[in-house]
């Protein structure tokens, strides 16, 4: 059974770090493109950012500089490193996997989330100002 298990979500002030983690069950992280994608209450969820089965990275204006997405291939683990956070980066964070049979940019994994193969269950981030 394909499972992604999210943690490490929580509450920070503003400019402050987080780090989430995103482990992955019933298959190989080093074989599948995922990404990170959030959702504000009332809002849309929106991509943040991929890594594709190679390691390539692409980020959402938004969190260009702040955020690195990564994953430990012995691990089986996807990682997202949150930097000077901000109170607009509040939201539901969930991972998303794939078997690279879309473009692994968050633009393209973003426009067709609906076709993303697994998800997690959402770990939540409050950030106040």
């Known amino acids: 059974q394909v499972q992604l298990v999210e943690s490490g979500g929580g509450s920070v002030e503003a400019g402050g770090s987080l780090r989430l983690s995103c482990a992955a069950s019933?298959?190989?992280?080093?074989?599948?493109?995922m990404a990170w994608f959030r959702q504000a209450p009332g809002e849309e969820r929106e991509g943040v950012a991929a890594?594709?089965?190679?390691?390539?990275?692409s980020y959402a204006d938004s969190v260009k500089g702040r955020f690195t997405i990564s994953k430990d291939n012995a691990k089986n683990t996807l990682y997202l490193q949150m930097y000077t956070l901000k109170p607009e980066d509040t939201a539901m964070y969930y991972c998303?996997?794939?078997?690279?049979?879309?473009?692994?940019?968050?633009?393209?994994?973003?426009?067709?989330?609906?076709?993303?193969?697994?998800w997690g269950q959402g770990t939540l981030v409050t950030v106040s100002s």
């Open positions: 019933g298959y190989r992280v080093s074989t599948y493109c």
């Open positions: 890594i594709d089965s190679d390691g390539s990275t």
């Open positions: 998303a996997a794939d078997p690279c049979t879309l473009p692994a940019t968050i633009a393209a994994m973003t426009s067709q989330q609906e076709l993303l193969e697994v």
